[in-house]
């Protein structure tokens, strides 16, 4: 089982910039690995690193100011390839929501498979977002998955958003896909005595 | 009032949850060794096991090389990835078919083979042309390490239904055409995207004429026109392909299996989402010229123009010509090849390769082609052998391999070099596909064969 959604409140890592593709967040190199595991370490590889592997300092990963659970990034988060080792690795660095004004839609059927909750706010909402973390790197978001809604904290800036409610059961629960399937193991069962 | 999809979908749907994600009944689950790792980590990690063993089996087929399949493997990734899937296999006792044994070969080539695939069955697999098994008459997709992960749990995955269309070709072929000419021909016709969100019945006279093998490529590359699957609904040819197979009913059962299959048809007045028709007498032996294959043509015919393109596709296409070294109106006829590779899940069955050899038998391969011959499986090799299509194929001077996906993709030890133009009977001409700026060329075996033997680009109608 994993770790029960349901509010949050975190400082941001922001990343404004947009379409950001698969290849950007786990390069295709990394896939011929056998375990799920390790991915993190590889996350946004070739923005994060140079060839020899020390850290790029403009790179906001790599910033002593910016941390936290909650990756903030330009529209159209995700798209490319759907390998679901993208969701793996965003999950894997520690991050436990993304918030975008779009995802591509493979990217968060995968996220939501992994346990990680991609969050559309508005056009607006997400500009706000990156000016008030620009302005304060202790800036926080409160994200309230039960009520739906996300917020600056500290500030009237608040929205609701949208989310399929068995997915939101899942995630509320820590359930995933497999455990949901696990649990149901006795209808499947008289089902297959049909 | 239902579609053959309708029928078998709802009879093996176990509950809809809100917001119409199915779950759904999986028969049959195949497993290879590059999507599978994961999920069975996922389970060791959920401290779970395999549901329902004996409904999965497996079988390594995309890093293998295709000979000396009795030596170690070489590269160590690739090593792992095998022998990370024999461990998973013991542990949950679930069949596989480890390479080199008789019953080993490409898993959408070894389902039908074996007798696995029926018809009324849902099957996944962690890989796109599991749509391949709908030519029996199932629902066969692809599915993501997530799903393979559910349905070793579960035995079922959570899905939501596709929309429903009908691909019906009317009509007689001309000689000389085959399916892989049909599917090239379609595709061609309603482009990569065209399927997106539908699961694809294909009918018409012209399907029902087909071959078992034959459906199978039609089916397979349903996915590059974006459909979720395609099927096909099973008939005497299904019938007679399946009896007497290893895991086929037997006996009495089998007598009420074909009952049973015989009613697995979309009822008349059955309403499609969307329906085609194309006749047949239009299709001309087909070859791709481009980098994704809904860039076909006939094979004497010439490179499009792109006049009448938006701006971004006329950007795309020149990409396309641009990587190929192409240019519109070129014809497709005499252009240099050089490498020739016969196999995949796509056209590496016992058909194909008699097609090949009958058509090389007597003649010889040309200088410059470097020609990979690859069964699709163990027992198809076995056949070629006993057949006698090796001789033919040494006496030509060519080389039968050991089976394997081999230069479909660039994954294992059959790669394209850089630049070099490659003939393939295989299903993806993207860029790099089959290696590094490696070249590709979409056809069938028999254009495949004129291309062999005379080192450029032929219309094999020429060549009868
Ligand atoms: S032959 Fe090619 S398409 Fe078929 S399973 Fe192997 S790699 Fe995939």
Redesign the interface.
Known sequence: ?RQKFTTLSSTVVPLPIENIDTDQIIPARFL??????GFGENLFRDWRYDKDGNPKPSFVMNSPIYKGEILVAGKNFGCGS?R?HAA?AIDGAGFRAVVSSFFADIFRN?AL??GLLPVVVSEEMLAEIFKAAEENASMELHIDLPAQTIEIVGTEIKESFEI???KKQCLMSGY???????S??S??ES??KR | MNTLFDKIWDSHT??V???G?C?L?IDRQYIHEVTS??AF??LRK?G?GV?RPAQVTASPDHNIPTKNQHLPIAEP?SA??VA?LEKNCAENGIRIFPIGSERNGIIHVIGPQTGLTQPGMTIVCGDSHTSTHGALGCIAFGI????V??AL??????QSKPKSMRINVEGELKPCVCSKDIILYIISKLGTGGGTGYFVEFAGSAIRSLSMEARMTICNMSIEMGARGGMIAPDSTTFDYLRGREFAPKGEEWEKAVERWSKLRSDDDAVFDKEITFDAADIEPMITYGTNPGMGIAVNGEIPSSEGMDSASKISYAKALGYMNFTEGDKMVGKPVDYVFVGSCTNGRIEDLRTFANFVKGRKKAENITAWIVPGSKEVERMAIEEGLRDILEEAGFELRQPGCSACLAMNEDKIPAGKYCVATSNRNFEGRQGPEARTLLAGPLVAAAAAVTGVITDPRTMM
Not at chain 2, 144 to 147: D, L
């Open positions: 089982m011929k690995a056998t375990t799920r595991e759907s679901e793996w995968n498979n992994n399929a409610p068995y995933d896909d497999v455990d949901f399937l696990v149901i193991h209808e499947i089902f297959e | 176990v509950r949850l809100d917001g994600s779950v009944y790792p994961q980590a996922g959920r779970i549901f990734q792992q990835q990370t993501g390490t997530s799903e992960e559910m749990a579960s035995q079922c995955i959570l």
